[in-house]
């Protein structure tokens, strides 16, 4: 069986293996590994701490030769954490010269790559004068990274103050599966950064926000032009204005993932339906007309808690998500706060992955979650319950490092300064 390497992207490091693995379940390959948006993947020829060790494992391949005997081919070297000049390169390349191959040389465009690949290991180690690993072998796979210029933000026509990074869009699309005729749904849709980057892979989406003023745009420019530039007309089905604690969907399982990045309150603040003075909405007239029949009328509003919005989204997800289907969204929390066990659960929901995004005081996650086991009546939460959960360990242990994200990030820079003045 033949052993593969990975070259990941040197960015967002700690998002590459569970984006690796969510694209090997997405195409039925099994992966197992040592090590863990990839930039390259080689089939391995040979490896070793010495170049003659490599060499030997190479020469026991020699049945693979003949099929390269006649392709026009190119050799790479290339060093990690360290540099080889012009001429070391040239004398590694020649030393693989038994494989004995006829074709012709082509640099620009050739039908085969070899890479050697020289772990110097990490730059700010004491440089080393011989690599501490070495790899050679063929180069099968190129990432796209391509895509991150394309749907890179500073080119995209219609954004706001949470458009999403398009690299990090990208890894969620990968860790949802996003796939052709997949249905794919973000009940905060913002200006529609996942709609873009799932239904570039194929899959239908469609958003919904309780303030449609993001989804409109301003004068000529919406999410429907960010649809129209990047030419999705046909798998972004549409953006939807409603209070997702009143969302008008059947409860049936309708949905293969859930991408989204939930409001917490520091560039937008989650809303929903309801009155601050906790009394029970009514139907009001103005001038005997009903209010909510107005071309004017704008339904009132109150704060939505972040631990509020994540009891609702997985229990929505529970019930609207396929089997197998997938949540994938960004857990803000305080870095000396945080705890693996304040990452929501569901009895519905498996947890498959939770990568960190560190800001110094505060850090966002990626999780990622599946659904493993059907929704039934009996799970649904009172709001006694919900409580419960948004305020767990009000003692000890302490409530998560998310609850009341809000006043704890704007907090972060009073108490900066006030240590400054002292």
């Known amino acids: 069986m033949p052993t593969f390497l990975i070259q990941f992207a040197q960015f967002h490091e700690e998002f590459r293996l569970p984006e690796l693995l969510s694209l090997a379940q997405l195409e039925k390959v099994d992966i197992k590994y040592d ?16 170049y003659e060790q490599v060499h030997t494992q190479v020469k026991k391949t020699s049945d693979r030769w003949p099929k390269y005997n006649t392709c026009s081919f190119k050799f790479n070297v290339r060093a990690f954490g360290s540099t080889i000049d012009h001429k070391e390169q040239l004398d590694i390349i020649n030393s693989f010269a038994y494989l004995g191959f006829e074709g012709p040389i082509e640099l620009k465009n050739p039908n085969v790559q070899f890479y050697v690949l020289a772990d110097y290991g990490f730059e700010n180690e004491k440089e080393l004068e011989a690599p501490r690993y070495i790899y050679m072998g063929e180069l099968i796979a190129t990432g796209s990274r391509d895509l991150i210029n394309k749907y890179n933000l500073k080119k995209r ?34 200006t529609g950064s996942f709609l873009v980057t799932c239904a570039h892979f194929g899959a239908f989406t469609l958003g919904s926000d309780i303030d449609g003023r993001q989804i409109r745009g301003k004068g000529k420019s919406g999410v429907h032009t960010n649809i129209e530039q990047y030419n999705l007309q046909g798998r972004v089905l549409d953006a939807l204005v409603f209070d997702i604690c009143r969302n008008p969907w059947r409860t049936q399982p309708w949905l293969d993932a859930i991408v989204t990045d939930p409001p917490y309150g520091v560039r937008a603040g989650a809303k929903k339906l309801g009155r601050h003075d906790g009394k029970a909405l009514a139907m009001r007239t103005y001038d005997g007309v009903p209010m909510h029949t107005r071309e004017d ?12 919005v994540l009891v609702d989204l997985l229990s929505f997800s529970a019930q609207h998500l396929v089997l197998g289907g997938r949540l994938v969204y960004w857990l803000p929390t305080v870095v000396d706060e945080y705890s693996n066990t304040d990452v929501p659960q569901h009895p519905c929901m498996k947890l498959i992955s939770n990568s960190e995004q560190n800001f110094g005081q505060w850090s966002r996650r990626l999780i990622t979650m599946e659904k493993v086991k059907e929704f039934d009546d009996s799970l649904l939460l009172s709001d006694s319950e919900k409580t419960e959960i948004m305020e767990k360990g009000t003692e000890d242990p302490k409530r998560p490092g998310h609850y009341l994200f809000r006043n704890k990030y704007f907090n972060f820079g009073r108490s900066t300064t006030e240590n400054d003045r002292s």
């Open 35 to 50: 090590e863990a948006d990839y930039k390259h993947i080689f089939e391995l020829w040979g490896e070793g701490e010495t």
């Open 157 to 190: 026509k219609y954004l706001g103050t949470t458009s999403m990074d398009a690299e990090l869009s990208l890894v969620m699309a990968n860790q949802a599966l996003a796939a052709p005729g997949k249905m794919i749904y973000d009940p905060f849709v913002g």
């Open 297 to 308: 009328y704008y339904p009132p509003t109150k704060p939505y808690e972040m631990s509020e």
